[in-house]
């Protein structure tokens, strides 16, 4: 059909999975798509947030040593916590508090 968009014409940071379309739709903050013609975007990894969509591995930015993210699809630096007082994390891209130690 003339004016549909078929998956193959839907450009990094974009997608379509349904047929007929008229338009590819932008990936959601927290996902991205590096490659062309894909009917879904990724989830950013947990660790840290994704601010790009269209770049390979979202233009993933890790959480900061002292801070972790334990989920998947963030998309801004506010979605890594810091380790609760009295405790640091020397590792960046932490996925988990389980990272933050006693301060000695």
């Not at 002292?66 to 590792?91: L, M, V």
Request: charge should be negative.
């Amino acid at each position: 059909n003339a004016g549909t968009v078929r998956p193959f014409d839907c450009a990094a940071g974009q997608y379509q999975n349904l047929t007929g379309q008229a338009a590819c739709v932008q990936c959601p903050a927290g996902e991205f798509q590096p490659e062309r013609g894909q009917t879904s975007c990724d989830l950013c990894a947990a660790g840290g947030y994704c601010e790009v969509t269209d770049d390979c591995g979202g233009g993933f930015t890790p959480c900061l040593a002292g801070s972790y993210n334990e989920k998947t699809g963030s998309s801004s630096p506010d979605a890594c916590q810091q380790c609760p007082p009295g405790t640091s994390s020397p590792i960046a891209s932490a996925v988990s508090s389980e990272t933050c130690a006693r301060c000695r």
